[in-house]
């Protein structure tokens, strides 16, 4: 079974500032999709950013990009530019690409994110 | 278009009581899903379905049952709750085939239910 790890219970970051949340994850597939999503204080799931493992290059999204490393199994987000709106936990997610494995997304513990003005 | 709707957001329920969370979802996906989440944790799902009529366990099915009579709808069934089933349930559905955004999950705003 897949297993996703976040190694960062909590961050925090000054506003303006960058701040890249860890995730790392064991796989013995080759094709899946990685996933940031964001979860403010409503509970709400709200996907930041997804990346296919087929693809090489790091998926971006306005201030929000990935550094995917297939080999190291890691899949960091970097937030750019941080605004008090991204304080949130944070959830990497894994799911494969096809199979069984497909139906289910597979979480991390999550990064609580606080933005300090 | 309302995406995917949960329903009640709020429950407080009696040990032994049961009670049925409903979802609906108006996307015509394929796949929909039920997925818990406890304290610091992510979700973990429950059970999920990939049509009408099909419905398979997930991570945590214990205490749970589901049925899929129509695309649309989607309830998870507490047969006897208990306290240990305390959490805040998260009702999914996807398109099954496609690829890059075209199978994106998307997900209710969550139910709160609490046994006691």
Known sequence: ?117 | NAGVTQTPKFQVLKTGQSMTLQCAQDMNHEYMSWYRQDPGMGLRLIHYSVGAGITDQGEVPNGYNVSRSTTEDFPLRLLSAAPSQTSVYFCASRRLLGTGTGNTIYFGEGSWLTVV
Not at chain 1, 54 to 70: G, L, P
Not at chain 1, 76 to 97: T, V
Request: glycine share 4%; hydrophobic share 30%.
């Open chain 1, 1 to 117: 079974a897949q297993t996703v790890t976040q190694s960062q219970p909590e961050m925090s970051v000054q506003e303006a500032e960058t701040v890249t949340l860890s995730c790392t994850y064991d796989t013995s597939e080759s094709d899946y999709y990685l996933f940031w999503y964001k979860q403010p204080p409503s509970r709400q799931m709200i996907l930041v950013i997804r990346q296919e493992a087929y693809k090489q290059q790091n998926a971006t999204e306005n201030r929000f990009s990935v550094n995917f490393q297939k080999a190291a199994k890691s899949f960091s987000l970097k937030i750019s530019d941080s605004q008090l709106g991204d304080a949130a936990m944070y959830f990497c997610a894994y799911r494969s690409a096809s199979g069984a494995g497909s139906y289910q997304l597979t979480f991390g513990k999550g990064t609580k994110l606080s933005v300090i003005p």
